[in-house]
């Protein structure tokens, strides 16, 4: 294998390189909450990065924390816990947090983080209510620091391709777009389960990608919406929030979309538009890795094979780069008010059994900020 | 190659010999309406049946009819126009019509081969409304001769396989069944696309395979709908009935249907059923030929290789068994007025924008008569 | 469904229309062997062709013959003993044969054929040596009739499709091309596994499917044979013939294409080009229908959809073109005699352990005649 | 997101999970060699370890190092360049080193590290002829170290679960094995395109993972070899070293492989058997992630869906347990130096044209130590 000399760079999925900013020139990191995709998904994706590092664990569990940190050549004073958290405001290395916690904590330490002066990248769903995610929208504006939803598939490039195909019009005018993610939750006791801690069941967990993926992929609000929930009888893990969502979505340009979530079902996430010359399907879709992007015509089925990359870290270092040039992320905290709107929607419509209407709005992406200039990743 | 002895019989797609029937122990069949189904299918599907032969053919083209019926080795005067449809009560020989015309036509054709004394096959959708399918219902029990709904699905052995997975339990409960029907109608002249001769859109020719078949599979009647129809503004195709529709079924079991059916969009065929411990895939589904049934598991991609058969002789062969043995068929008509029970209140959830409740129905099979021996075919 | 006019056409595979000749004005043949093919093949084909009609039945078994005889629509009178054969000389409707007998028996019935004036479509392999194979050559050359390999899949769109995306270049130079035919040949009893019969075993079967093709996608001779065959140690059904042989062969332009044909392994047939740009795979090649023709680029796979047609109608209706115009077939005799020359080549190698070379040919298409017009079937 | 107390161990490919060693437990390793695959695959794989350590860099590029040194929490006194590799002798903490250099370079550092009582991880091809390969096992034995050849395949699920179908002998038995390994080598002054430096061309490289995973998946020794190799003429690229080798091997169960590499075609991996009773793809095979495991029948088609994990750590740790253990490595030198004894009987067929004998093994797993006790990794 060869030793030839490497620039120092990372090669981004369509080629180009970005450079690595040094240590110094980073946005440093908090991380609060350490669970499985903190340290399966983010701590990777933070070596992987070119403009963020991370710098600091935020967790209730102080032994598990120091354990990681010395893992990732982090010094045992730069775990902290709830707290101390407000100490993290004398760290001048930590400009953002990323806040991994169950839905109901995502007001709180987002607040304190606000107050604190850091700028606070936000799991999604970014909040349990409307009027909790406005909040936090308000309290970021307050405190002059940028709040960011962490939509990742807004940030990979296979759902970027499957909205750019279906810009460039050669399916023609798409009119139903149909997407499916569902998983087991086999845990009874799990903090998704628990209405206080998640807000409401699998719709504003795996629904939520059909329902941000749709808006997405058509950059459209929906006018109206119908819905269905149900919980399978008897079932206790559905006791306190609901196992499925059956909901369909009419936006201004004619097309409906058709979604189904679930926690009582074995994994399976697709979404697939049939369009006027072709179809277009994501399958799987929303995955970490492994996504496939495929176009039917009546004369050929393509697959167009686009480079696996570390949708975390192309995530994180556009919030990044927000930060170091003040501009507004391509999804910010208003883009995740809108999804809450609809979500409550879908639940009033399910509870009163009729469709429900949402506000209109006209013109494309109107929540969303400045797209990333090349797909995912500024180059300098 | 090889010239070794052939016994007399036809294979079956579980690779059991059916006996072929000499021509004259065979149901002789007049099929009314000459268009492509009938030459492209039907013909060729009498030559692979073991019990039914195609004895005369009813047409408005005399010219286009006699070509057809020198090619077939039958006689010019095997030919009918349809005002002299009637004189086929003398032909003994003929003891079943199969009515390939257009919906509106359906009762019509019925009620004059019932009269008759035939027994009739008559394609889907049964009629054009709930009281025209009732009345061809009544027609044939008035006249003592049987009425099957040619539900060619229901016939076939990748869409029993599928019935016979979900049946089995391996997959656990179903959650969702989501089903797509769509093709391009291109023609503006089509009578699919006049109110008079189709009675509706899509739903009642693309739509009904997503519906028939969701009942199908689980064996269950759907007690509310909910539905909207789309036609893109200003397509002049679409000015007398729907372009598209998307409807959504409960089941009593809990299970909910999703379903998209259109005349505006590039050919997709397929049924996704979702389960507790794995899904079913049918893609495409509903075709002739081809068709693919694929389960997934946590473990396991597994698709069944299921052999393929001529799927019209099989739904023709078993009406010719009805009618040699005098026992209801699987699909009778009922199964037709159901159907149309539904799509009636598709249309209506659509235009009034709510759900519409279904007459309730437990048991399986309601309106099945007894299931086919063997998939598709009885052997002896 | 429809009972609109339609004209007196076939629907060819690339969308354009061939107009069905009158029976008068058809080539008539006589069928030479009714095995399994003969029968759930070319009965069908003949019903799908233009210009070909089957007029006459040649078997061993006169009761089997006659019932088949009346299903088609034949007379009793037009089913002929082989002792009878050359009565077939006074039939003036019978222009050709088709001959489909046990390998071993092509050169008789070709000679006999040619002797009474009938042109020959024969069954690949052509015969089971190069001196048989030279021999009918010459008869039908002596006789003035034409003399047909009856290579399927030279007339067939997706191997055409194969062909001209190799043609264009867009792949790049093509470096290997590996095929495999294999399938289980369960019965020991089968005359496939008598030398006597079958001159060889799975080689002049399946293998020479791999080679032909190999010959037909390249346009070019191989001059170089390297093989293997193998047999399982006390297999009761390989005694008299090869179960496997593996061969390779070397093309002019440096293609190596590397094969493998066996009667013990359960069905496979693929073939993949690979090339510079690209890879082509056909999975599976060979077959009657359902064939699959992809392409993988480093940023694309694309399976090009073609039409499925009867390939039996497409062969049996170019060489009527043929008998009608009087222009030597795609694939002449001279085509198989050049098969049957690598073979004999293909069983010296593994027999000596050494590769053997052959005659060199430049120049593409060396042994065929003009390639149909149009893909497969001429247009008036 | 969660914050759930997790225990200290990394989760394994079938679920179980391996405690993961403190530092001062682990094997520390120092990487020669700091090429794409050190920097894209190793630095990776130490992350993911369970009982292995990155403890020092030697590279020739001094500057280069130490970035990546400081990028992975090492000092700059762990960066050693060529001339003081010796030093690494007082390194305590550096108990193995890992070779990752041209191949040319093999022997020199296996002898090297051996003197200086390393145990050695060895890139591969082992070497770059058979008697190189052998000084190496003998300096290691010499010097009482440990030598592993990084056969990566033999330690991954994929490949294993293949390996375990073809044993439990659902299948039947195995009559041939084709594989594939082509890529495009498109820097003429890229060392692989060297001789001095690589020691051969397209074999030595990809086309060694065809060879070596035909002797892993049947156990089997091959007896006799026959090959072509070829070069495009004109093609820079290829005047020291082969383009392309198609190779082909005979197995004493029967077992017919048939094997192409190439340098100078479009990237393409797989791997198919076909048996008695079935077939067995990977495809693509031999890569670092995606790979599919697909299984033929006659009325099944089925993937089997193998856990992805990091295959580098998996062969990392194997032989760190070696180490912590004493036990022969599962692919110690001799597996290397068998594969090269190989190697050079192709170029020798190719060469004389003409089959070579090779040294005949009777039993399984000849060369090889004992298996991992769970697949790819023991578990305490």
Request: glycine share 8%; net charge negative.
């Amino acid at each position: 294998m060869s030793d030839k000399t490497k620039d120092n760079t990372v090669k981004d999925y369509d080629g180009t390189k970005t450079p690595l900013q040094t240590p110094d020139e980073r946005v440093g990191y908090a991380v609060i909450g350490l669970g499985d995709l903190t340290e399966e998904e983010l701590y990777p994706a933070f070596g992987r990065s070119a403009r963020s590092r991370l710098v600091a664990l935020v967790s209730g569990d102080k032994e598990k924390a120091t354990i990681q940190a010395r893992q990732l050549g982090l010094k045992d004073s730069d775990v902290y816990d709830y707290d101390h958290f407000e100490e993290l405001e004398k760290r001048d290395d930590v400009q953002a947090v990323f806040i991994v916690l169950p839905n109901s904590l995502h007001r709180e330490y987002t607040e304190r983080a606000a107050k604190i002066g850091k700028h606070v990248l936000c799991e999604k769903p970014l909040s349990v209510s409307v009027a909790d995610a406005e909040a936090m929208v308000e309290a970021c504006k307050a405190a002059n620091v940028l709040l960011m939803t962490a939509y990742r598939i807004q940030y990979t490039p296979h759902h970027q391709a499957a909205r750019e195909i279906l810009d460039n019009g050669k399916l023609g005018r798409a009119k139903l777009m149909t997407a499916v993610d569902v998983q087991t939750e086999p845990n009874e006791g799990q903090w998704r389960l628990k209405a206080k801690l998640a807000g409401g069941g699998s719709l504003l967990d795996v629904g939520l990608y059909c329902l941000n993926t749709a808006r997405f992929l058509t950059g459209e609000e929906p006018y109206e919406v119908f819905a269905y929930t149900h919980s399978t009888e008897g079932d206790p893990r559905f006791t306190e929030v609901e196992e499925s969502v059956q909901f369909t979505l009419r936006f201004p340009s004619g097309l409906i979309s058709s979604n189904f979530c679930s926690y009582g079902t074995s994994k399976h996430r697709s979404l697939r538009v049939l369009a006027e010359k072709g179809n277009l399907l994501l399958d799987p879709a929303f995955d970490y890795t492994n996504l496939r992007l495929i176009r039917d015509t009546e004369t050929e089925v393509t697959e167009t094979l686009v480079k696996e990359v570390d949708q975390f870290a192309l995530e994180i270092d556009h919030f990044s780069e927000c930060v170091q040039t003040g501009q507004q992320p391509y999804t910010p905290g208003e883009e995740g008010v809108q999804d809450q709107r609809i979500m409550e929607a879908i639940y009033r419509s399910a509870k009163e059994g009729r469709p429900v209407q949402l506000e209109r709005f006209e013109g494309r992406d109107v929540f969303r900020g400045k797209a990333p200039t090349q797909p995912g990743r500024e180059r300098s």
